[in-house]
C-alpha cells in the first residue's frame, strides 16, 4: 500500500501543490492527467526526492516519510523502493544499452557483474532490445532511448515505478512501441504512478485516473468513470477541450 | 638553386641540427602538460566548491594567472622563486633553469586548463545526474564513470588547443637560459654570424607547424571517435 497525505509545495510564493492526497494499491497503474503547470510533474518528483516537498506523509510499504522533516536514511529508503522514467530519458551517454542497466545494479545493488548482465539482458529483451545491449543512447531513436531507460527503472526492482511524461518527446510514430512497453508492465502487475498530459496514453494504460488541476486534485476515478462519467464541472471542461483540440 | 635571398641548402640542412632539439622541447612541454592537468582538476574542484570563499579565491587566482603574460610570469618565477625559498633556508644557486620553466608553464597552463575543464563538467546534460540520483547511485561511481569521461570528452577540443599553445609558448624558455629548439636556432644562426638567420627560422616555423598540425589532427580523430559518449 502506497499513500501520499497532504503533499504541499512552493517555491516562494507560488503554490504548486495545495495539499494532494491519494493512494495506490499494489498492481495498480495510476496515471495523473493535467494540463501543464498544474503541478503533476512537480508532484511525482517530490516523491523521487528530486524536488523537496515542504510537508506531507508519504508511506511505502513498511517506509513512512513526513517531508517536512526527512532525514537521509529516509531519502535513502525511498530511492530505493522507487525509480523513474524521466521524459528526455536521461540515460548515461557514455555507457550502452546494457551498462545504462548494469551501473546501478553493480554499484547500488552490488550484484555480481555476470548476474547484472544477465538480468540486463533478460530486461532488453522484454522491451524487445536485444539486439541494441551493445549501442551508446546516440545511436537509438527516442523511442528506443525511452525503452532502455524503462528497462533501467525496472532492473532496480521498485515497489513503485514513477513516470514522468513517458511519450512526451518523442516523435507520434514512436509513440506507441514506448505505450505499449509500458502497458505490458501495467498488465505484468508492476505498481506504476504516471504522469502524462496525453489522455490517450492514460485511458490505455491507467487502472486509475487522477486529475489535477492549480496544485490540488480535482476528479479521481477509473478509465471509464473519468472518460463518460466526470463528475466535477472542471474534468468536464478539460474533457471538451481535448475533444476540441482532437486529443481524444 | 643558389640565389641571394634564399639559401635552400642552408634551410635544408637546419632541419636535422633542430629536430635533435624537438624530443627536449616536446618532453619538457608533456611534463607541463600533465602537472599541469592534475593542478587544474584540483583549480576546478575547489572552484566548485559550494563554500564562496574557497570558490571566490580560486575564481581570482584563476583570473590573476591568465592575465599574466607568460614571459613575465616565468620572470617573476625565476628571480622571484629563489628569494621566497632562500627565506625558508633553501638555496636554490645550483638549480637549472628547466624547474623554473616547469613552475611558471604549469601555474599558467593550469589556469587556462581549469577554465576549459570547468565549462566542460557545467555543460554536462544535468538530467543524467537526476537519473544517477533515482537509481541511488552512489555519488563515486557517477563522478567516475559518467561525469570524468564526458568532461573529457566535452573538454578535448580546447585542450587540444591549449597543448599547441603549450608547445608554442615554449619558445620563450630560452629568455632564461634553456636549451630548447628555440635556443637552438638562435645559436644556429649565431654560428654563422646571422647570415641564414631567415633559412634557420624559417626551418624552426616549418616544424613548429608540423608539430601543430599533427596534435591538431591527432585530437581531431580521437574526438571524433569519442563523440559517441556525449548527447
Redesign the interface.
Same mark, same amino acid.
Given at each position: 500500500m502506497i499513500e501520499m497525505k497532504d503533499l504541499k509545495k512552493s517555491y516562494g510564493t507560488a503554490e504548486i501543490l495545495k495539499g494532494v492526497s491519494f493512494d495506490i494499491k499494489e498492481g495498480e497503474t495510476v496515471v495523473i492527467i493535467g494540463k501543464s503547470g498544474s503541478g503533476k510533474t512537480t508532484l511525482l518528483r517530490c516523491l523521487?526526492?528530486?524536488e523537496q516537498a515542504d510537508s506531507g506523509i508519504f508511506t511505502l510499504g513498511d517506509t513512512q516519510v513526513d517531508f517536512s522533516h526527512v532525514t537521509r536514511a529516509q531519502k535513502?529508503a525511498v %530511492?530505493?523502493k +522507487? $525509480?523513474?522514467v524521466?521524459q $528526455?530519458?536521461?540515460?548515461?551517454?557514455?555507457?550502452t544499452a546494457l551498462q545504462n542497466i548494469t551501473?546501478?545494479l553493480i554499484? +547500488?545493488k552490488k550484484m555480481k557483474k555476470a548476474d547484472a548482465q544477465s538480468l540486463a539482458r533478460q530486461l532488453l529483451s522484454e522491451v524487445g532490445l536485444s539486439d541494441k545491449a551493445d549501442s551508446?543512447p546516440?545511436?537509438l531513436s527516442g523511442g528506443q532511448k525511452q525503452r532502455i531507460g524503462i528497462a %533501467?527503472?525496472m532492473a532496480?526492482n521498485p515497489e513503485l515505478l514513477?513516470m514522468d511524461e513517458p511519450t512526451s518527446a518523442l516523435d507520434p510514430e514512436l509513440i506507441d512501441e514506448v505505450s505499449s512497453t509500458i502497458k505490458k508492465l501495467a498488465n505484468s502487475g508492476r505498481t506504476m504512478l504516471i504522469v502524462t498530459h496525453e489522455m490517450r496514453l492514460a485511458l490505455d494504460i491507467a487502472s486509475r485516473i487522477i486529475f489535477m488541476e492549480n496544485g490540488s486534485i480535482v476528479e479521481t476515478g477509473t478509465p471509464d468513470q473519468f472518460l463518460n462519467h466526470p463528475q466535477q464541472e472542471r474534468t468536464k471542461a478539460f474533457l471538451a477541450r481535448i475533444r476540441r483540440e482532437g486529443g481524444l | 638553386m643558389s640565389n641571394p635571398y634564399f639559401d635552400f641548402g642552408a634551410f635544408l640542412d637546419a632541419f636535422p641540427k633542430l629536430l635533435s632539439l624537438l624530443p627536449y622541447t616536446l618532453f619538457t612541454v608533456c611534463i607541463i602538460l600533465i602537472l599541469s592537468l592534475v593542478f587544474a582538476v584540483l583549480l576546478v574542484w575547489l572552484r566548485l566548491r559550494k563554500n564562496k570563499v574557497v570558490s571566490g579565491i580560486i575564481r581570482l587566482y584563476i583570473m590573476m594567472i591568465r592575465g599574466i603574460p607568460l614571459m613575465l610570469l616565468l620572470f617573476v618565477v625565476y628571480y622571484g622563486l629563489p628569494i621566497l625559498l632562500q627565506l625558508w633556508g633553501i638555496n636554490t644557486a645550483n638549480i637549472q633553469p628547466l624547474p623554473f620553466v616547469i613552475v611558471a608553464f604549469t601555474l599558467s597552463t593550469s589556469a587556462f586548463e581549469a577554465e576549459v575543464i570547468r565549462a566542460a563538467y557545467e555543460s554536462i546534460d544535468q538530467g543524467q545526474m537526476e537519473a544517477a540520483q533515482s537509481l541511488s547511485l552512489p555519488s563515486a561511481s557517477f563522478f567516475f564513470h559518467i561525469l570524468v569521461p564526458q568532461t573529457f570528452v566535452l573538454a578535448l577540443p580546447n585542450l587540444g588547443n591549449l597543448i599547441i599553445t603549450a608547445i608554442k609558448q615554449s619558445s620563450i624558455m630560452y629568455t632564461i637560459g634553456v636549451m630548447d629548439i628555440y635556443q637552438k636556432a638562435r645559436t644556429l644562426s649565431a654560428d654563422h654570424f646571422g647570415v641564414w638567420q631567415l633559412e634557420i627560422f624559417l626551418a624552426l616555423m616549418f616544424i613548429y607547424w608540423g608539430v601543430a598540425l599533427l596534435i591538431d589532427f591527432a585530437i581531431a580523430k580521437l574526438y571524433k571517435r569519442m563523440l559517441i559518449y556525449i548527447p
Open positions: 523521487n526526492f528530486l535513502n %530511492r530505493k +522507487t $525509480s523513474m524521466f $528526455s530519458y536521461n540515460l548515461f551517454y557514455n555507457l551501473e546501478a554499484h +547500488t551508446y546516440k545511436m %533501467r527503472a532496480v514513477l | -
